[in-house]
């Protein structure tokens, strides 16, 4: 379970504002990518959240929405998104680097002085960062992040369910399960599909 010894060795190193970051939505094949960045108090987080806080795989739908209501509550909360235009536009490890800048540049003050970064790979930042593999199952602000952008993601992916029906959106978060291929080959994509992943790009320009 993640805790929080990397953030309290940071703030007692000289840190004054950690933060944990995260995203979701990079595997998809459509929708954007999500990223968070969270600042936790230990101070004024309720023991039972933080008994409770984990990688959002880890949990289930309504384990994270209530995670998600009392993080809102208690911690401070920066969101980045990067639209399926940019994914498309710049590859999609570079528009999930953006959406974690904007997810850290969002967050109110006082602004980090130094971001978590879950991965191996951290944003060029004002700030100093520190990449953590499995950084989400070691770290709470990451955890909470993790939390944070897959809610989001999920809400957003539900929306474009509506708006785009027939993809299983709402269920698969626009994964490649068999239920969206299926979809896919028999209605084509749509706007909110990343033309530049193979499968899309396979169905846009079949083989003649």
Known sequence: MPDFEIEAKALANGSQCVCGVDE??????????????VVINPKIL?????AQLDDSKKLSTIVREELFLGLVSCARIGVGIAEVYEI??????E???????????????????????????VPPLSCEAQAIVRGDSLSLSIAAASIVAKVIRDRRMVELDQLYP??????????????????LSTLG????????????????????
């Not at 309720?46 to 933080?50: M, T």
């Not at 993809?167 to 490649?176: D, I, L, P, R, V």
């Not at 599909?193 to 083989?207: D, E, N, Q, V, Y």
């Open 189 to 208: 994509p749509t706007p909110e599909h990343r033309k530049s992943f193979a499968p899309i790009r396979k169905i846009l320009s079949p083989i003649s």
């Open 95 to 121: 528009a999930t680097m953006n959406a974690m800048k904007g997810a850290i540049f969002n967050l109110d003050q006082p602004a980090p002085d130094l971001a978590l970064i879950d991965g191996n790979r």
């Open 88 to 93: 498309d536009k710049i590859n999609i490890l």
């Open 166 to 183: 027939g993809y299983g959106w709402a269920h698969n978060a626009g994964y490649g399960t068999a239920y969206h291929r299926d979809a």
């Open 24 to 37: 979701a939505g990079r595997g998809p094949w459509a929708g954007p990518v999500v990223a968070s960045a």
């Open 46 to 50: 309720p023991d039972c959240l933080r």
